[in-house]
């Protein structure tokens, strides 16, 4: 009998089966099915309920030098998920358990406990912990108090603003006291950030008149701009920055899958108006999530910050729903139930 398999589990897992040049397809990733391993003396078994689809995970498809460590190829894609302990051998956990993991894109996983995280899935729903009330939330409130530091009455720009960031950057910007500008793609999305989130405004970008728009929704300027996007967005953006403002650089998703980067013209702008701008990864910084992560809580649980989820279901859908994300097909937090 082999001791190493959990008796009659199957796994299904979603591996890097070659690297994309520019735009990800679905024969980049290979579905697997394997045996579910048995967890040994000090270890556990997760039946991972809940994956987290992330931009971040574009580029660690690339074979380039980077803040993280590359995704190896034939590997289970890198991820974080929610689930549950079906099986312990670890003192720390008990069967039934709730985990934060970063086991992957796959159905199961065995973990030492080194980075499970238990989470208390009797107050929020437990993907919870995937968006608003994990990384993607620590996020958007380091890059805009540590970062930008807005000051009351403030304009507070931010792009992909009704992604699972942007659109905490957002309301976190009205919680302070700012006046809030989302930039989305299309209708749908910039009625949901102003009409439903709070947002005093927002530009579809897809409408085609970027910089007027612009200026009507930040007629004083714009003191902090939160940097999801880049390419042209940025360079709109940057013709509207106030003297003494602030830009932080999250992300540039519009970028991920260029053969040919966009080259970004308003430079002149960064000197003129003697702006400070930052670039920032937020496992850097450890130190300010248990901060972030209740103020989080407490804006959450009295309604000042709304959070909204695209869910697909099905681990076998990943590859088309991550793709999706980096289309801008996501509607909130791109998830996959399992
Ligand atoms: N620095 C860090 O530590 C850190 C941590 C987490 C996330 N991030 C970054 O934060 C950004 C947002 O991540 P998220 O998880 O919140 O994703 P998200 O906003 O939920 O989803 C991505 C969104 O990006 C927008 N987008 C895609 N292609 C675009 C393009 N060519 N031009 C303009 N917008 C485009 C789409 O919204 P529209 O339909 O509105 O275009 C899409 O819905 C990403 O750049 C990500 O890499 C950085």
Redesign the pocket.
Known sequence: MDTTRAAGLENKRVVLASRPAGWVAEANFRIESVPVPKPKDGEVLVKNLWLS????M??RMNDVKSYAAKQELDQVMVGQTVGEIVESRNDRFRKGDHVLSPLGWQLYGVSDGKGLTKVDASRVPMQAYL?VLG??G???W??LLDICQPKEGETVVV?????????VVGQIAKIKGCRAVG????KA?CDYVTKELGFDACVD??AGRLNDDLKAAAPKGVDCYF???????LDAVLRRMNAFSRIA????????NATDPYGVKAIQSILVNRIKMQ??????RTELWPKALADLAGWVASGKIKYRE?VTEGLENAPRAFIG??????????LIKL
Request: glycine share 20%; proline share 3%; hydrophobic share 35%.
């Open positions: 689809l992330d931009p971040y574009r580029g968006g990384m993607p620590v996020t958007a380091v890059g792009s992909a603003a009704s992604g699972a960031v942007g659109s930039i989305a793609g299309g999305k970008y897809k940097e999801n996007v880049g390419g042209e967005i650089v999250c992300g540039l998703i519009s970028q991920y670039g920032f990864i937020v496992s850097d695209s994300l980096l289309k801008g097909e996501n509607f909130g937090k791109q």
